[in-house]
């Protein structure tokens, strides 16, 4: 393959970015001959820019199980902090005006008129307390699961989980009996999709299962035992939030440029075609 290089009236060769620069150092890729200014210092000899930009652009970045950047969301955790502000701001809101609760809560009867509910119930909670726990919960898991999933996937998983949590809780709901009007509020929902999450994450580590498994079981009890606990959401958002990180990790083993993009718009898609089958055939 020939090749041309840069030389002036002289003779001598010149950078090819600054032709007024006399240099005998070539890039070790091209053979260009290559000035102080654009020379980068490679494992051997130098390289030219534009040979150390198309390097780069080639170099495969280290990534998570999930596919997300090693260094994505190390040590921010911008999503969570979000989610946790929002849902404080909500609280907030509440305690000044009550009934904009009534507004954003999820109830069956009213979500194919208001479809908004279906996700803004998870950043609206029922007391204090309930938030506390609950924000608790989000930030000791999303230490662990944001970084893994990089800030994306990690927003998708909430907001999948939310939505799968009001999907179930419409169908396993009647319209004969009082369930059909009972309103849901509360991110359990989609923190029950990061337990999921963290199983998936921990099976195909081959880490150990004990202690997330106790941690579902435990927390599912809970809500078939006590009164007035949504455990059809926490249900929903554990299915749903399962399958969305298996679907990322199987994108990321088999390199998917959008794997995990299209795994999320095909489990949304599901997700509103379960809703609408259900308004449809009552």
């Known amino acids: 393959m020939s090749?041309?290089?840069?030389?002036?009236?002289?003779?001598?060769?010149?950078?090819?970015?600054?032709?007024?620069?006399?240099?005998?150092?070539s890039c070790q890729r091209c053979g260009r001959p290559t000035c102080p200014a654009c020379q980068v210092q490679a494992a051997v000899g130098v390289h030219c820019i534009d040979c150390a930009r198309a390097a780069r652009s080639r170099r495969r970045l280290p990534r998570t199980r999930a596919g997300a950047p090693l260094t994505s969301s190390l040590g921010t955790l911008a999503v969570t902090k979000t989610i946790v502000g929002i849902c404080v701001v909500?609280?907030?809101?509440?305690?000044?005006?009550?009934?904009?609760?009534?507004?954003?809560?999820?109830?069956?009867?009213?979500?194919?008129?208001?479809?908004?509910?279906?996700?803004?119930?998870?950043?609206?909670?029922?007391?204090?307390?309930?938030?506390?726990?609950?924000?608790?919960?989000?930030?000791?898991?999303?230490?662990g699961l944001e970084p893994v999933l990089g800030r994306w996937r990690f927003t998708a998983l909430f907001l999948l989980s939310a939505l799968g949590g009001s999907v179930m809780v419409l169908w396993l709901a009647s319209p004969t009996s009082v369930s059909w009007i009972t309103g849901t509020v509360g991110a359990s929902g989609a923190l029950f999709g990061m337990f999921g999450a963290v199983f998936v994450l921990n099976k195909k580590a081959n880490a150990d299962m004990r202690a997330i498994t106790i941690l579902i079981v435990v927390n599912l009890a809970y809500g078939f035992l006590v009164a007035n606990v949504a455990w059809q959401a926490h249900l929903g958002g554990l299915i749903v939030g399962a399958l969305a990180v298996w679907g990322f990790i199987v994108s990321a083993q088999r390199r998917w440029k959008a794997g995990a993009a299209s795994w999320t718009a095909l489990l949304t898609v599901l997700l509103i075609a379960a809703a609408i089958a259900k308004y449809v055939l009552i």
């Open 90 to 143: 909500m609280q907030l809101a509440l305690m000044i005006v009550p009934a904009v609760s009534a507004q954003l809560m999820f109830v069956p009867a009213l979500g194919v008129i208001q479809p908004w509910r279906f996700l803004s119930a998870a950043f609206v909670h029922g007391s204090l307390l309930h938030l506390g726990l609950n924000m608790l919960a989000l930030w000791i898991v999303g230490q």
């Open 3 to 25: 090749e041309q290089h840069s030389a002036g009236e002289d003779g001598r060769p010149r950078c090819p970015r600054h032709p007024d620069v006399v240099t005998y150092i």
